[in-house]
T-cell receptor, first 110, second 111 residues
Framework: KAGVTQTPRYLIKTRGQQVTLSCSPISGHRSVSWYQQTPGQGLQFLFE???????NKGNFPGRFSGRQFSNSRSEMNVSTLELGDSALYLC?????????FGQGTRLTVV | KQEVTQIPAALSVPEGENLVLNCSFTDSAIYNLQWFRQDPGKGLTSLLL???SQREQTSGRLNASLDKSSGRSTLYIAASQPGDSATYLC??????????WGAGTKLIIKP
């Protein structure tokens, strides 16, 4: 059974640009959550999608958005990138209680 | 508001020792608690999941306990090995399945 797949693994963008990250959950899992991890703030919850609907949302500005497709794959978009958006972005897949994480996308904003 | 604290922030022990990592949370109304391991620059690997109705879970050399009333969980690692070096994170899940994270304990096992 394939695990959670995040693409791309690494990304370098310039301030002001936008970026889209992708997450393919474990087959059969309907919930996908996104997290931002930085050395200073640790792991912070961005949002969660369940069956194509945003079910939970963290405390991030509107520049951070997401969506989920009918096959449960999810994308996260960040517009008007800022230097502070540089982080490891992790997605988690679950169907019930246990969360399984992908390897993350390392985003560097220059 | 749920807050999760992990103590110590860092720990260095010689190989072969048994050790305990601590996780505390302020609101006992949790759905479950998970322990994760993270290697530098990598994603998270789930180690153990304890449902709110359970007291402990074991996997190999790892044992996690949960005491909801006192808001505490411990991760016990027996006979530590250099390969156990990583950051260990605990997270509690509320009824909305949202995970609230501790800051992690960075563990170094010295050969």
């Amino acid at each position: 059974k394939a695990g959670v797949t995040q693409t791309p693994r690494y990304l370098i963008k310039t301030r002001g640009q936008q970026v889209t990250l992708s997450c393919s959950p474990i087959s059969g899992h309907r919930s996908v959550s996104w997290y931002q991890q930085t050395p200073g703030q640790g792991l912070q919850f961005l949002f969660e999608y369940f069956s194509e609907t945003q079910r939970n949302k963290g405390n991030f500005p509107g520049r951070f958005s997401g969506r989920q497709f009918s096959n449960s794959r999810s994308e996260m978009n960040v517009s008007t990138l800022e230097l502070g958006d540089s982080a490891l972005y992790l997605c988690a897949s679950s169907e019930g209680t246990e969360a399984f994480f992908g390897q993350g996308t390392r985003l560097t904003v220059v | 508001k749920q807050e999760v604290t992990q103590i110590p922030a860092a720990l260095s022990v010689p190989e072969g020792e048994n050790l305990v990592l601590n996780c505390s949370f302020t609101d006992s109304a949790i759905y479950n608690l998970q322990w994760f391991r993270q290697d530098p620059g990598k994603g998270l690997t789930s180690l153990l999941l304890i449902q709110s109705s359970q007291r402990e879970q074991t996997s190999g050399r790892l044992n996690a306990s949960l005491d909801k009333s006192s808001g505490r969980s411990t991760l016990y690692i027996a006979a530590s090995q250099p390969g156990d070096s990583a950051t260990y994170l605990c997270a509690v899940s509320d009824s909305n399945y949202q995970l609230i994270w501790g800051a992690g304990t960075k563990l170094i096992i010295k050969p």
